[in-house]
């Protein structure tokens, strides 16, 4: 699948599709990662990783 039918498919714009995919996101709302989740037939564990502050370079 496309990166622009998979933007479609969530619901966001593929420059947004970029933040969220190259870490840049502050927040994510929980529909849009319902929607990933959907889309990805995954967990949202999957999607999602803990870093402290010391490991995330701030």
């Known amino acids: 699948m496309s990166v622009g039918e998979f933007a479609e498919r969530v619901g966001i714009t593929p420059a947004n599709l970029a933040v ?10 929980f529909t849009i990662l319902a929607a990933l989740r959907e889309a ?9 990783r803990w870093e402290t502050a010391d490991s995330a370079g701030a």
């Open 20 to 29: 969220l995919k190259d870490g840049r996101a502050k927040a994510v709302r």
């Open 40 to 48: 990805l037939d995954c967990q949202p564990g999957d999607l999602l």
